[in-house]
Structure formats: structure tokens, C-alpha cells
């Protein structure tokens, strides 16, 4: 029931997050990026502070001590800046697409940074899915959009934020996770805010865009770290692929974007590779069981 409803929680934070990509993408035609992540951060930590209560505050400031949580905060600066910008360059199809290696990323990062037995066939799999995002990205061949390889920073830094997740103590509230890594949007925006453009006017019709994003973006959140932390990771894994199909509507319906042939087939190693890498980590998790 756990993974059941862990399932469920994946499915609507995917499809909250691509609806918050097309408002931010909107958003960043005619405003900073810097302004946008201040907004989206301020808003998004507001409505956990609000959610946590007077009482829960102090286990906010808490939490900042615990190491984990500072990481993976950093992680998240990195990783909306990076994605951020991608959007305000990219197609959202594309960025969704190449987005889609972040489970083969976790794969990699759990080998290289934590130590974790990853076999020759997964290992395959990660170069088979990066063989699908080169092929998204057409390195030195027409219509290589550079720009675009912003969303494999994303990817490295979501990748180390999900490791660190999993390894946070768990009477650190996940409230108090999620407003730290809505705030690190603040410090990030305001960095680029100093470095790079002044902020512009909000008209009415950007703050109901900003209001609608960070309702989206809150609740996503919110329920990916809960399903992160309460149900199986392995469970929840294929579900997060749906994200590029919600993107991938928005594209078409939204935007007006269709997607080439070749950014269909590099999404579709992409895809390919992760379910493998997917269902190969769950035998293997079912044969150290047995043993």
C-alpha cells in the first residue's frame, strides 16, 4: 500500500512540475531568471513555513545543521539555476528529454560517490541512455543547440540531491527539507540578480503566472519528497518517466514545438535504458535478498 501510494504521489508531482516548466518558460520571455528562482523561492518557502507553523520553525533552523540537508540544498541551487536557464533557451521538449537520464545519473552517482555495487549491465545501460541524450544534443552536427547541455548539469546536481535525500535522518521533517531547498532558490536567485540583469516590473498578468507556478511547484515538491522517503525507491522510479510525456503534451499543445526525429529517438534510448537499468537494479535487489 506504501508503494501504492508512493506511486501516486510521483505521478501528480510529475505532472505539477511540467505544467510549473511551461509557466516558468513563459515567466522567463520577459523577466530575469535570477527574479524568476527569487520569486519561485520566496513563494515556495513561504507556503512550507506556513505549513510547518510557529511550532515546526525552530526545526526548520534545525535542519540546516544537518549536513545532508546543507548538501542537498546546494544541490538544488545548482540544479534550478542550470534548468532554469535551460528553459528560458530550449524547447521544453527538449529539455524534458534529456531531463530523462537523471535516473541513469542516480545509477552512476550511487557506484561513484556512495559505493554501491553497480554490474557491467547497468553500466551499459548509463552509456546507452548518454549515447540518447548526444543524440538529442547533436554535438558538432547541425542543429546542436550548446544551451541545451545546461540540462546535464541539472541532471548531475537532481542526481546528488535524490542520493542525499535518501540519506537524511528521518525525524528531519520533510517540510523543513522542502523549505530549505525552496530557499536555496533565494540565494541562487539573488546571485544571478547581482551578476547579471536588473529586475523588471511585474505586471498582473506575471503574478498570476508566478502564484500558479509555485502552487505547482510546492505541491510537486512536496510530494516527491514524501514518496522519496516513504515508499521503495525501485517501485517509484519508472513513474517519473511520465514527466516527459506530460512535457512533451505541454510542447505540442502549449508551445507549438515538434520535436525531430532524432530528439524522439535519443528520448526513446533515454527511456529504454533507464527502465532496464530500472529493472536490473530490482533483480539484483531480489537476488541479494534471497542470498
Known sequence: MKNLHGILLVLFSMAAFSVEDAFIKVLTASLPVGQVLICLGFGGAAVFAALTGPAGWRRIGAALAVRQVALRSLAEAVAAVSFVT??????????AAVFQATPLAVTAGAALVFGEAVGWRRWGAVGAGFAGVLMILRPGLEGFRPEAGLVLVTVAAIALRDLVTRRIPAEVPSLAVSFHGFFALVVAGGLLLVLGPAPAAITATAGA?????????????????????????????????????????????????????????????????????????RKVARTAVAA
Open 86 to 95: 535551460a528553459l528560458s533557451l530550449v524547447p521544453i521538449s527538449t529539455v
Open 209 to 281: 503566472q508566478i502564484g500558479a507556478a509555485i502552487l505547482c511547484g510546492t505541491a510537486g515538491y512536496y510530494a516527491i519528497v514524501a514518496a522519496m522517503r516513504d515508499a521503495d525507491a525501485s517501485a517509484l522510479m519508472p513513474f517519473r518517466y511520465a514527466r516527459l510525456v506530460f512535457s512533451l503534451a505541454i510542447g505540442v499543445a502549449v508551445f507549438a514545438e515538434r520535436p525531430d526525429a532524432m530528439t524522439l529517438a535519443g528520448a526513446a534510448l533515454i527511456l529504454a535504458a533507464a527502465f532496464y537499468t530500472y529493472l536490473r537494479e
